[in-house]
């Protein structure tokens, strides 16, 4: 059975806090895209390479009505709206696709576990199969 696209309307910062809202169907590959200056334009002059909010839709049409309204929002509903998530403001796709170490407790560990075993995340174990 075929999985079902979804779409995300994604708001990236940069360090400075500057702003760009988009829509998109690959949250992790778009966000990768911002990352490395790859997209032309407003993102890669600002430096805006930290997503630090996205909501999920399954029809793209409601996806681009929310960007809409998003991005006719004043700056400080959109600042709200970022810290109802995310109040530290994380990079939300920091880290997606490589080893994470496991880090379990001495006290959680039985005699035979490795300490430091690499896990992947969803996106990286499925290209590792």
């Known amino acids: 059975m075929r999985e079902e696209k979804r779409y995300s ?35 890669k002059r600002y430096h805006i390479n930290r997503l630090v909010y996205y909501e999920t839709f399954k029809y793209v049409n409601n996806a681009i009505a929310r960007e809409k309204q998003i991005k006719a929002w004043t700056r400080a509903k959109r600042l709200a709206l970022i810290k109802t998530m995310n109040p530290t403001w994380q990079d939300l796709a920091e880290g997606r696709g490589e080893p994470i ?10 005699d035979n576990s490795v300490e430091g075993q690499e896990l992947y995340s969803t996106a990286e174990a499925k290209t590792k199969n």
């Not at 992790?28 to 490395?36: F, G, T, V």
């Not at 170490?101 to 039985?110: E, G």
């Open 9 to 43: 309307v994604y708001i990236m910062a940069s360090r400075s806090l500057t702003l760009y809202t988009g829509v998109t169907a690959d949250l992790y590959h778009r966000a990768l895209q911002h990352k490395k200056g790859e997209i032309e334009g407003f993102t």
């Open 101 to 110: 170490k496991l880090q379990i407790p001495r006290s959680a560990r039985d």
